[in-house]
């Protein structure tokens, strides 16, 4: 079998309610800078606030990597484009179902009780993609967004349970 490989970063919007938490970190970093007039316990408590609404902005600015090789999806987060961290690993030889969201298919299996993993990028254009997988011996929902070439692989692996 030949190994194939397919490569698709998706770049995310920060989800709903950010805005509020960012404005609330600025306004306590002004209020923080205020407290440097206290001696010693001043200027480390605003150094320890201004470090910690940095790595806050840092976690809001993310993308997914999809990375699919001979059947086997794997999902990165990388964060801020800096940091990588693998957040899991799908068997796609092990696929149950992969239609759009919405589709009378995708509906089909909607019933039931399925731990999800949601790896789409909060954009209200995309085109996501509900795939039922069995992971760790429990079938799965995942929520993604593949590109053209990666449904047409996923497809050659399952090809009846792939709906396009």
Known sequence: MSE????????CKPPKGTGAV??????LCVISCILILIPYVGVFLTAAVI???IFIFRGYNYEYEYTYVDGELDVDKIIAKSKRKRLNSF???RLELAAPVGSQEAMRLEQ?????F???SNMPDARVYVAYVMNNNEMVRLLFEPNDS??????YISPRKVIM
């Open 51 to 53: 470090i910690f609404t």
């Open 4 to 11: 194939n490989y397919i490569e698709q970063i998706v770049p």
């Open 112 to 116: 039931g009780k399925y731990k999800t």
């Open 91 to 93: 068997d796609f030889k």
């Open 150 to 155: 990666m449904l047409k692989e996923i497809n």
């Open 118 to 120: 949601d790896y789409t």
């Open 22 to 27: 960012k404005v609330l970190l600025v306004v």
